[in-house]
């Protein structure tokens, strides 16, 4: 149980271009999810929180016009890279929570490539 | 957030047993220690997490002494297979706890040798 899947797992993209990358809590209702970024030999950075029905909460210095996030349903999540630029390749890793948990369930990642 | 400090690498023998400690100085009342193993190109993988004492469960074991301002990971009889980054979190992530969120420190890299 408690599985988590990220489509797709890997994309290269044109810069410029946007990119979707879904977040799917394949056997709970995940009420909370996380985005995180991780760069070569980094550890993972958190993106934003984002609640079912309501806005995502971004961390600090991350833009929220370029990357959005809607958390429309219990067990989908969506990170939107717009206009996408070199320097946003990374892997892109996100995790669900399920309402009365503690506990994070992550992705398997998104390795995105803007060429 | 309390910060965690970790060692950046560790190296180990097959068969051998590990310990990967972290300091976390600052730690609040609420907070749990919680750890996190990430293969390469992976999402993280929870392995265990405690709040005081000792806590065991089929792959690890975790120590927590009294003040708590430290912990250790322990893995038994490692093999190749656990190579890897190992990350000890620590937060508030009860249900409606202050933290609500886990933050990555820098990690541990584990590599294990035959």
């Known amino acids: 149980g408690a599985v988590v899947s990220q489509h797709p797992s890997w994309v290269i993209c044109k810069s410029g271009t946007s990119v979707k990358i879904e977040c799917r809590s394949l056997?709970?209702?995940?009420?909370?999810m996380f985005w995180y970024r991780q760069f070569p030999k980094q550890s993972l950075m958190l993106m934003a929180t984002?609640?079912?029905?309501?806005?995502?909460?971004?961390e600090q210095g991350v833009e929220k016009d370029k990357f959005l996030i809607n958390h429309a349903s219990l067990t989908l999540s969506t990170l939107t890279v717009t206009s996408a630029h070199p320097e946003d390749s990374s892997f892109y890793i996100c995790?669900?929570?399920?309402?009365?948990?503690?506990?994070?369930?992550f992705g398997p990642g998104t390795r995105l490539t803007v060429t | 957030l309390a910060k965690t400090t970790q060692p950046i690498s560790m190296d180990s023998y097959e068969g051998q047993e590990v310990n990967i400690t972290c300091s976390h100085n600052?730690?609040?009342?609420?907070?749990?220690i919680t750890w996190y193993q990430q293969f390469p190109s992976q999402g993280p993988r929870f392995i265990i997490q405690?709040?005081?004492t000792k806590v065991t469960n089929e792959v690890a074991s975790l120590f927590i002494p009294a003040d708590r301002k430290s912990s250790t990971l322990s893995l038994p009889r490692v093999s190749l297979s656990d190579t890897a980054v190992y990350y000890c979190?620590?937060?508030?992530?009860?249900?409606?706890?202050?933290?609500?969120?886990?933050?990555f420190g820098t990690g541990t890299l584990l590599a294990v040798q035959p």
């Open positions: 056997d709970f209702q995940a009420t909370t």
């Open positions: 984002s609640n079912e029905g309501s806005k995502a909460t971004y």
């Open positions: 995790s669900a929570r399920q309402a009365g948990s503690y506990e994070q369930y």
């Open positions: 405690g709040y005081k």
């Open positions: 979190l620590v937060g508030d992530i009860r249900v409606g706890g202050a933290t609500n969120k886990l933050i």
């Open positions: 600052n730690i609040a009342t609420n907070d749990y």
